[in-house]
């Protein structure tokens, strides 16, 4: 589904101004196959969670926006463990909630130039309640200097976690991050990129802050310029 080309656009929305005009989900299920470019995806997520619903790796949305998600939690979520589908060229704005978020931190969706902007929180929120058993790098750049956002991550062995120069890493309430034996943390910036751990509210009060990161023997870390 698109247009072909950015000036020929296909418009999917709502059919009124009002919010119960508004459509409510795209869902896009276990084994299908979809692509969509040059498109517009406005106002939906009515009386659901989210706008888009992605649970399937052969997912492509590119040179799209999507816009104006009354969904309650995000416009954009990723379901599953082990999805790999792309993101890419794509504006997400002016929704309520995370503007991206991902079922599990077990999975490695393609971000490739990521505008983030309007939306309750701009960022891609990783639910790791589950633990980190997948080599996960967070990198800054995929979202143009927007966050990602997790509660505790505890990171399973023979398994990395890379944090990319710049990346910002927000973390909720009294949140863990626990490097188990035989595990790896790198976190290597630059004098002029700084990684930042630090809490998710962005005028924190002591109640708000995170917790630690915990090395356990035998795990490999590397702090640098963080």
């Not at 929305?13 to 009002?18: D, P």
């Not at 470019?37 to 939906?44: E, L, P, Q, R, V």
């Not at 504006?91 to 490739?112: C, F, K, L």
Request: hydrophobic share 35%; glycine share 12%; with cysteine.
């Amino acid at each position: 589904v698109g247009g072909s080309s950015p000036d020929e656009r296909v418009q999917i929305r709502n059919r009124g101004v009002a919010a119960d005009d508004y459509f409510g989900q795209l869902d896009f299920n276990a084994g299908s196959n979809v692509h969509i470019a040059n498109a517009d995806i406005t106002n939906g997520g009515k009386g659901l969670t989210e706008m888009v619903s992605i649970d399937s790796t052969n997912v492509l949305l590119e040179d799209s926006t999507i816009s104006g998600s009354i969904g309650t939690t995000r416009s954009v979520y990723i379901v599953s463990q082990n999805l790999k589908p792309t993101l890419r060229n794509l504006t997400i704005q002016n929704g309520v909630g995370y503007a991206v978020a991902q079922g599990s931190a077990n999975m490695a969706p393609i971000y490739d130039n990521l505008v983030l902007q309007g939306n309750t929180i701009n960022g891609v929120y990783l639910n790791t309640s589950t633990g980190v058993n997948f080599d996960l790098t967070l990198n800054i750049d995929e979202l143009n200097g927007s966050s990602y956002y997790a509660g505790s991550i505890t990171l399973q062995a023979g398994r990395a976690i890379t944090l990319t120069p710049g990346t910002d890493l927000r973390l909720v309430s009294g949140a863990t991050i626990v490097i188990n034996t035989g595990a790896r943390l790198h976190m290597v910036g630059t004098p002029d990129r700084w990684i930042t751990l630090r809490p998710d509210k962005s005028n924190p009060t002591i109640n708000d802050y995170w917790g630690s990161v915990d090395i356990r023997t035998g795990a490999t870390a590397r702090f640098k310029y963080c």
